[in-house]
Structures are given as C-alpha cells and as structure tokens.
C-alpha cells in the first residue's frame, strides 16, 4: 500500500508524515471493521464526513436497529454490503492527504493490463466495421446480427468482476473474455433469459429524425476491460445505427464494490488507452491491430469533445443525479429518492444497466420465484423508461425464465445463480400510456 512506501522512504517531510500517519489510522480502521463484521457486531453510524448520503444511511440504520436487524450477520445483504463502502470511503474522507485515494485503483489497473488481446481483435473487428460503415447503415439484418454481437461482448465482459473474482491469473481473465464469434454463439445457450431480438425490435422502431438527438444512457458496473466493452458498444450504437446520436455513462461517484467505473477510471481508460507502454509489450498484438486501437480511441476523444460521449456528472446537476448510484436502496424507489436522476431517464431512447450489483437493485435484491416476469421484479420503476439489463449471475435474485429451466439447472449445476457461467439479458419497454 502507498502508505507503507511512504513509511519506508525515511523522508521527514512534514507533509509525508501526516500522510504515513493518516494511511497508518486507515489500515487501523480498516483492522477493526474487519474484527467486528467476523463478530456479528452491530454496524457503527457513518461519521460526517462532509460527504453526501450520510443521513440516509444512518437513518436505514435506525429503523434496522429498531427490529434488531442492525448487526453484519442480520443486517439485508443489500444495505450491509452499500454500507460497507461507504464507511469505507468515510476513512479516506475524514483525513487530509488521502481524499481522492482510490484504494482498488491498482488492483482494477492490473487486470486491465491483462485484457490486451481482446481489446486488440475488437478494436480489429471495429476497424473493419468503419471500412463497411456506409453499407450498414442501409442494412437492417446486417445491423441486427451485429448488435447482437454487442449485446454479448457487452454481456460477458462483466465476468471480470474484481469483488467476486479476485484470484484470476491472467490466462484465466483472457479465457473469461475471449471475443471470437464461435465463443458468443457457445454462450448462447447460457443465456437463460434472452430478450436480444425484443430490444433490437425496439431499436428498430425508433424513428430517426434530422435535428434530434436519441440519447443511450448506461449504467455502468466494472472497470477496465467491462467499460471498454461498454465504450465499444456505445461507439457501434453511434457510428453504424443511425438511431442514437449521444450516449450518457453514468459511473459511482466512489470507488465501490472494488472494481466499479468512477469518473477518474473512465479518463484514465481512455489515456491508458491511448499510450503505446500501456499494456505488455510482449503481447501477442500486431502494428496494425495496435493502429486500429489508437484510431478507435480518438474517435473517443473526439466524441468527447464533441458531447456525444458525455458523464452524467457533466449533465445539468449532474452530481447530485450520480450520487443515487451509491445509495442504500433499490432502484425501485428511484422517482421519489433522485427525482431529478429519474427525469432525465425517462428522456432516454434505451438504459442499459450493466452488471449483478445492478441487476440486484432493479429487482429489490428480493428472491423472486424465477418465474416472476422482469417488470414486476422491477416494481415502480417499471415502464418508466426502455430498460435493457446485461448481467451474468453472481447472486440469488434471478427473474423471468421457466420453472423447468431453474429445476435443471438446479440438479446439474448448483451453483448456477452465482458463478457467473449463465447470464440474464431482460428488456422492458418504456409504458406509452401514461
């Protein structure tokens, strides 16, 4: 850890000797929450640290004390674990030197560095779309079958999640992304739920009209080479299909659940990117699949400059509608909570959430019959807007597919809701009759 550096520095630089005690009070910290969680104690009230969220938490906290459900082994799985990172971010908040400190910053820039032949062939695959981007366009089948690549490049990127998957060697992380169309046709079958040609049917309605713009928003879970999937779908949704025009990513605030996109990693993706030294150079990569990244890339930074690639912290309040990705609830109480978030997603063409932690949110983290359709594990929020949910299965809560399908899953594979091995793509259109 940098504090650890720091101590063995012998520098007597007042500054650096804060920090070293700061980072040394961090470790403390971090000590002894690990104590209490393994001892079923009951989680402390989040200090105010100047940073938003605090009352809600410590209010959810005092409504579980009340029913005796304020302890890390009877607390909801869902609050306990929201909670867990934002007492966290509170002793990096608290001091002077560490602030701004992501502590999984290295841990996610590794397993990036790890991904450097998928990202070669796609940005191969998106080099040679360019070449073809006139004829697409005038090609709806084509358009179809290609996006249906997306969905599941998109999809299965989120298997590298560094909260869930921590140990993976680097061979392991390549298998895991392995991009080759003979592999998306193989996962096929583990798509349990596949609404790929309900949402591409919707696409396709959509009217494109001189002048206007159809926004894509995406809801964005893992760092790395899961957001470079996600700016590589976005990227074909705005260059080769004439209905969406602006595409709005919307990232946590703080780094979360290890491995989630803040604002910082989205940067620095693109300038990791955009630097030859970057990844290994020892890697099984070609001058012209390495010329196909870099024009990728600044047609991203172009797009950037040009708003058509936007944060949703550069949106209009766009903070405080951010700040709701990190909070303690389902999203099911979006309207009422970030009424403001809500609004301007309900003016979206599509949402795309990415990701288990995601999906867990829209469905209330509740565990449904399997058989509960999507739009009622989604409750209010339902219809509010088109809703597309990419995730691979990492938890219980699993909707909308068959009670046979579960059953047998059941017999062959026990561990099928959390091992990440079969994925959920659910998509709800928004309600026109309101």
Known sequence: MESQALANS???DPAIQLKIEEGKGIIAKASHLKYRMARDQELEMIPDDGEFYVHEYNSELEKLSQFGKNTWFTAPWLYAECYLYRLFRSYFKQSTKWTDFD?????????????????????????????????????????SVLFKEMVQMCLWGNATDLSLLTHLTPSDIEHLQTVGREAQQARKEFILKD?????????????????????????????????????????????????????????????????????????KTIESLSLPTFFNATAETTPESAHHLKEMVERWRRYLEQGIFRLSTTVEDGHKKTQFWTGPWPYWYMEDKANS??????????????????????????????????????????GSFPLLSLRTNKADVVVGISQGVADELDEKDKGWRVNGKYALVSFLPKDRSE
Not at 114 to 136: F, G, N, Y
Not at 227 to 234: E, G, H, I
Not at 243 to 261: A, G, N, R
């Open 10 to 12: 012998g520098s007597t």
């Open 103 to 143: 502590p999984f910053y290295a841990k996610k820039e590794e397993t990036f560095r790890s991904s450097v032949t998928a990202i070669h062939q796609i940005a191969t695959t998106m080099h040679e779309l360019e070449t073809e981007k006139d004829k697409l366009v005038d090609d709806p089948d084509k358009l």
């Open 195 to 267: 609404d790929q040609d309900a949402v591409w049917e919707y696409i396709n309605s959509l009217e494109p009209r001189a002048g206007t713009v159809a926004r894509c928003d995406f809801v964005l879970d893992n760092a790395g080479f899961e957001l470079f999937t996600d700016l590589v779908f976005a990227d074909f949704l705005v260059t080769h299909t004439p209905y969406f025009s602006e595409v709005v990513f919307h990232p946590k605030l703080f780094p979360w659940f290890v491995s989630d996109v803040t604002p910082t990693d989205f940067h």
């Open 341 to 382: 978030l809500w609004r301007l997603l309900t003016e979206s063409g599509l949402v795309i959430f990415k990701g288990d932690l995601n999906y867990r949110k829209l469905a209330g983290d509740v565990k449904w019959p399997v058989t509960t359709p999507f739009a009622t594990a989604l409750g209010p929020l339902a």
